[in-house]
Each structure stands twice: as structure tokens, then as C-alpha cells.
């Protein structure tokens, strides 16, 4: 999803094969990524705050509760 308005742009070609060593680095970066996503939205659904709650500042037991709700996934 595009919220920012950001036109994309077209894919460079290339010419030059990728490593598997930059591959891997970035499906681990996309796996970090998509677990942040995760955990926000799970925040928000149990908590039912507005997108920009901060993980900093929950209590424990809110803690628990998104931890234990994406323990389910």
C-alpha cells in the first residue's frame, strides 16, 4: 500500500547478476520488516488504539496480550 503518494518508478535493468549473499540479505531484511508489520497491526487489533501507538509505551500486560496473539499466527 502506497500512503505517501510516491509514484513507482521503473526497475532498472540489469545486467549484472545479483549474489545469492545479497539475496539473502534481502529476503532477512523483508522478513524483519514484514514481522514489524505484523506486530503493529496485532497491536492494534488488541488494544484497539490508533496506528501510532508506540510499543515503548504499553504496559506489561499489553504487552503479553500482542505477544500472545501473534503467538496464534
Known amino acids: ?3 505517501k503518494n510516491i509514484r513507482p518508478g521503473k526497475l532498472p535493468d ?5 549474489s545469492s549473499e545479497e539475496v539473502e540479505s534481502l529476503r532477512k531484511q523483508m522478513y524483519e520488516l514484514q514481522l514489524e508489520v505484523d ?3 496485532e497491536t492494534i ?3 484497539k488504539k ?4 508506540d ?3 504499553l504496559k506489561n500486560r499489553e504487552k503479553v496480550a500482542v505477544i500472545d496473539a501473534m503467538k496464534e499466527k
Open 50 to 53: 490508533d496506528p501510532g501507538v
Open 14 to 18: 540489469m545486467d549484472e547478476k545479483i
Open 55 to 57: 510499543w515503548k509505551d
Open 45 to 47: 487489533n488488541v488494544l
Open 1 to 3: 500500500m502506497n500512503t
Open 39 to 41: 506486530i503493529l497491526k
